[in-house]
């Protein structure tokens, strides 16, 4: 295979992932998807939830906000 043949299949498997999933279109549907990203990203770098306590708030916030909570049925722990 040639690097030009492999780049394109490269290229083509980026393409794919940029398409919204199941997950990325329920995330969207709730308005929080910029507060969602900011707590995993937040995550994602700490490796630790306890030092995302503020976008974890926030997302929480944003989910209530939106009414989330009614539909999705869920409860405060």
């Known amino acids: 295979m040639s690097k030009s043949e492999s780049d394109s299949k490269v290229a083509a498997a980026v393409e794919d992932d940029d398409e919204p ?8 549907s709730t308005g929080c ?35 989330n909570d009614k539909r999705t049925d869920s409860k405060d722990a």
């Open 33 to 67: 998807a910029a507060e969602n990203t900011k707590m995993t990203d937040c995550y994602w770098e700490k490796k630790d939830w306890r030092l995302c306590k503020d976008e974890m708030e926030n997302f929480k916030k944003c989910w209530k906000q939106h009414q």
């Open 21 to 28: 999933d199941e997950w990325d279109k329920r995330i969207f």
